[in-house]
């Protein structure tokens, strides 16, 4: 079984469009998150939500706007995609706030 | 304010020989370290990680870490590499306290390990 998954894995659009990528746990954690890992390898959180509730807001363009419609799932809408929101993203998960968190595969957004 | 260094983003090492990857951290709070390693079109998996209590932290695979304050690092180490260690791998450190950097992690820029025959 899964216990991260994300959709897609594979995200190819034009720039201007407007995309969402989703993620589901089944492990009954309260939190989640997203990730964003750049040409340089370096992950920065974008947002956390713990209990459908916004957490962690880093500084993100509001063009990225994430929607946690119940605990298992935290989707990520973003709109007006730019070229540099190239990138992988990575969901996770974890049981708390703290602690040890489940990473998905990832999605391979390329902007063009 | 959290900050992590890997020294290294590339390592090559050959079957048999020793593994270590460097980490340096920096934490203006207590911090939990962690090492994540990423295999080729997968997630990120927790190798080991490193809270309170005991500073040598052993983790899946026949990986270990070393938690040393006085030279803030967190190194990661194998005795013996094996051809199935190949991939890359992550140094993370979240806060203790209740602060905004509670839970939250921050990355080092990974680490390439390649193992020859």
């Known amino acids: 079984d899964t216990a991260v998954s994300q959709t897609p894995k594979y995200l190819v659009t034009q720039m201007g469009n407007d995309k969402s990528i989703k993620c589901e746990q089944n492990l009954g954690h309260d939190t989640m998150y997203w990730y964003k890992q750049d040409s340089k390898k370096f992950l920065k959180i974008m947002f956390s939500?713990?209990?459908?509730?916004?957490?962690i807001n880093e500084t993100v363009p509001n063009r990225f706007s994430p929607k946690s419609p119940d605990k298992a799932h935290l989707n990520l809408h973003i709109n007006s995609l730019e070229l540099g929101d190239s990138a992988v993203y990575f969901c996770a998960s974890s049981p708390t706030t703290s602690g040890r968190k489940y990473f998905g595969p990832g999605t391979r957004l390329t902007v063009l | 304010a959290q900050s992590v260094t890997q020294l290294g983003s590339h390592v090559s090492v050959s079957e048999g020989a020793l593994v270590l990857l460097r980490c340096n951290y920096s934490?203006?709070?207590?911090?939990?370290l962690f090492w994540y390693v990423q295999y080729p079109n997968q997630g990120l998996q927790l190798l080991l990680k490193?809270?309170?209590?005991?500073?040598l932290v052993k983790g899946i695979n026949g990986f270990e870490a070393e938690f040393k304050k006085s030279e803030t690092s967190f190194h990661l180490t194998k005795p013996s590499a094996h051809m199935s260690d190949a991939a890359e791998y992550f140094c993370a450190v979240s806060g203790q306290d209740g602060g905004t950097s509670y839970g939250k992690l921050t990355f080092g820029q990974g680490t390439i390990l390649t193992v020859h025959p």
């Open positions: 934490s203006s709070v207590p911090p939990y």
């Open positions: 490193y809270t309170t209590g005991a500073t």
């Open positions: 939500y713990n209990n459908k509730e916004l957490i």
